[in-house]
C-alpha cells in the first residue's frame, strides 16, 4: 500500500488538553488535505464517539485518547482490514510494555480479564467517484487506569481498565508511543496480512457460540474462522456459512 510519506518516522503529533472527539479532528484535518501521518491526542474528549453511534467515556488523567490520520491506496471495502490491523497492533504495545495478554472480541474490542478495556473507531473518508479511501482516520480509546470517579452505572458490567491504580512507572505516554508504532507499522504492510494469524490468536470469539445482531435482529451462530479480510465467517442455525463485514453488526458472546 503506498502510503503518504515513504517512512513512519515524519509525523504530526497534535496535543490537546481537552477536546470534542479526536477522531471529528482528525477528519477536519484529512478534510483540508494532510500532507502527513497525523495524530491527534487529548488528555479528555468531552463528545467521545464510539461505534455504532454510541458516546465514549473519556474522562481526564485514566484514558488515552488517540486519532491516527492516514492515507492508504485502499478500496472502500478493504477498510475493515484496517481496522483488524489496528487491533493487533493495540494488543502488540500492550503486551510490550506491560507483559498482559489481552483478547479481541470481533471486530475490534480489546478486553482484559472478561471486560474491555480499549475500543476502536475507524472511519473513511472515500471519494465517491472512484471508491478509493482517501483518508483513513484510525481512533483508538483506552481505559489505562480506573477513572477517578470509576465508569458511569451503565458500563460498570462491560468497561474495565489495564490497570486498578496508576502504575509506578508506565506512563500513558508509553503506551501511547508504543500504540503509534505498532498500527503504523502493521498498516504499512497491511496487504501482506502478516498480523491475520496473530489477530486469531488472541480472538475471544472463535470455536465460540455467538448473538449477531444484524438489521436490529440478533441471531445465533458460531464463530468459525476469520477470512482473508478481516471478515468473521460464522455458521448460523440453520447451518448456513456467512461472513460478516463488520459495519453495522453487533457480536456477543453467549
Ligand atoms: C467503540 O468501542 O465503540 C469505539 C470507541 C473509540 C473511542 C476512540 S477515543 C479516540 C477516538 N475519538 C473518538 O471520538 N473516538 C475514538
Known amino acids: 500500500i503506498p502510503w503518504l510519506l515513504p517512512d513512519n518516522q515524519n509525523l504530526d503529533i497534535i496535543v490537546y488538553k481537552t477536546i470534542g472527539s479526536t477522531n471529528q479532528e482528525a477528519k477536519k484535518i484529512a478534510l483540508e488535505g494532510a500532507k502527513k501521518i497525523t495524530v491527534i491526542i487529548a488528555e479528555e474528549q468531552t463528545r467521545g464517539r464510539g461505534r455504532m453511534g454510541r458516546s465514549f467515556y473519556s474522562p481526564p488523567k485514566s484514558g488515552i485518547y488517540l486519532s491516527l490520520v492516514l492515507r492508504p491506496n485502499v478500496h ?26 489481552p483478547q479481541i472480541k470481533w471486530v475490534n474490542d480489546i478486553y482484559v480479564n472478561g471486560r474491555k478495556i480499549v475500543g476502536i473507531l475507524t472511519e473513511a473518508v472515500t471519494n465517491f467517484e472512484n471508491g478509493l479511501v482517501e483518508f483513513i482516520i484510525i481512533g483508538i480509546g483506552i481505559n489505562f487506569k480506573r477513572p477517578e470517579d470509576d465508569f458511569p452505572k451503565d458500563l460498570e458490567e462491560i468497561a474495565g481498565a489495564l490497570f486498578d491504580k496508576k502504575p509506578d512507572t508506565l506512563t500513558r505516554n508509553r503506551l501511547a508511543a508504543e500504540i503509534i508504532n505498532e498500527v503504523l507499522n502493521i498498516c504499512g504492510d497491511l496487504n501482506k496480512r502478516g498480523f491475520l494469524e496473530e489477530y486469531k490468536s488472541h480472538s475471544m470469539v472463535l470455536g465460540k457460540k455467538i448473538k449477531v445482531c444484524k438489521n436490529n435482529q440478533w441471531q445465533s451462530a458460531t464463530a468459525i474462522d476469520i477470512d482473508n479480510d478481516g471478515g468473521l465467517i460464522v455458521r448460523n442455525e440453520s447451518g448456513k456459512i456467512e461472513t460478516l463485514n463488520s459495519g453495522e453488526i453487533s457480536i456477543r458472546r453467549m
Open 76 to 101: 472502500a471495502s478493504e477498510a475493515v482490514l484496517v481496522t483488524t490491523g489496528a487491533s493487533v497492533g493495540v494488543c502488540r504495545a500492550i503486551q510490550k510494555v506491560t507483559g498482559i495478554e
